[in-house]
Nanobody, 125 residues
Framework: QVQLEESGGGSVQAGGSLRLTCAAS????????MGWFRQAPGKEREFVAA????????LYADSVKGRFAISTDNAKKTVYLQMDSLKPEDTAVYYC??????????????????WGQGTQVTVSS
């Protein structure tokens, strides 16, 4: 099994920045995709960004493109989400997820095999 643990959430004013961290532990794989999703109150969980562990190709939702950046530290089995120019509409619980299918970066929640517990991000205007 794989365990994912997010950290780095918090409260910030609009225009501010936060960096989320997701540490993976347990069973290891040679290649996979790590993704970030978010869920606002009363809304469905939505894709934010993802990165292939080998090769480093990335994909972003249009709503965060140019403001968020996903990266990895392979030695630490950690993935980061740097969030800049935050907006009130970015307020949500943010989840990291792992997809064992590393061929394509998926945006659907059902494609991901493991999930963290989530971390709250609140952006005030």
């Amino acid at each position: 099994q794989v365990q994912l643990e997010e950290s780095g959430g918090g409260s910030v004013q609009a225009g501010g920045s936060l960096r989320l961290t997701c540490a993976a532990s347990g069973r290891t794989f040679s290649s996979y995709v790590m993704g970030w999703f978010r869920q606002a109150p009363g809304k469905e969980r939505e894709f934010v960004a993802a990165i292939r562990w080998s090769g480093g190709s990335t994909l972003y939702a249009d709503s965060v493109k140019g403001r968020f950046a996903i990266s990895t530290d392979n030695a630490k089995k950690t993935v980061y989400l740097q969030m800049d120019s935050l907006k009130p509409e970015d307020t949500a619980v943010y989840y990291c997820a792992l997809d064992l299918n590393f061929i394509h970066i998926q945006v659907m929640t059902a494609e991901y095999d493991y999930w963290g517990q989530g971390t709250q991000v609140t952006v005030s205007s």
